[in-house]
Each structure stands twice: as C-alpha cells, then as structure tokens.
C-alpha cells in the first residue's frame, strides 16, 4: 500500500497549486480521505476531506472557499486544488485515508514573493 502526494512547490502568494495523492495497491474510492498540512513549529492540522460514500467534502475555515477537493476513481487519485494561495498556507501537505488509516509522505508547499 502506498499513498503518494506530489504538486508542492513554491508559488506566489495568489497563485495557485494542484495536490494529487496516487493511491497504489488499494481502491482509494472506497475510502474516505483528507488532507493535513503541517507548518514549521506548528502542529499537524486538517485542511479538507472527502467522503467515500457520497461525496460529501469539509473545509476548515481557514480555507474556505479557496481550496476544493475532488477526487478521480478511475485514477485511484484525489486531488486539493489550492487557489488564492496565502503565506500562512506554507507547509509539508500530506494525505490520509481512513478505516484502516494510511499516511501518505509529504508534499512541501512554500507560498512566498
């Protein structure tokens, strides 16, 4: 089983990034998945989650309306679109999945100018 995150990178404060997490030797569609983001000398927070039975998404406030999280079954993937990036989303992102959990590694987003 492997969970792999990938489409960090830096960008400039407004600008936006596409987080995938490829799934490998499991269904992903059948679980329900989140992303967490962790920031230098903070504490792992989640960010957005997707419902494996219908689709359903949560935010956290802080990025409300500004990320979306969807996911492709048919690419064993799901993606965090990030637009109206902010500063105060810099950090290592990493997708879970749930029942059993399963982390996958991280993926470094720098937002800066």
């Known amino acids: 089983v492997q969970l792999q995150a990938s489409g960090g990178g830096l960008v400039q404060p407004g600008g936006s990034l596409r987080l995938s997490c490829e799934a490998s030797?499991?269904?992903?569609?059948?679980?329900?998945v989140a992303w967490f983001r962790q920031a230098p000398g903070k504490e792992r927070e989640g960010v957005s989650a997707?419902?494996?039975?219908?689709?359903?998404?949560y935010y956290a406030d802080s990025v409300k309306g500004r990320f979306t999280i969807s996911r492709d079954n048919a690419r064993n993937t799901v993606y965090l679109q990030m637009n109206r990036l902010k500063p105060e989303d810099t950090g290592v992102y990493y997708c879970?999945?749930?029942?059993?959990?399963?982390w996958g590694q991280g993926t470094l987003v720098t937002v800066s100018s």
């Open positions: 879970k999945k749930f029942n059993p959990d399963y």
């Open positions: 030797g499991l269904t992903l569609g059948v679980y329900a």
């Open positions: 997707i419902s494996d039975v219908d689709g359903s998404t």
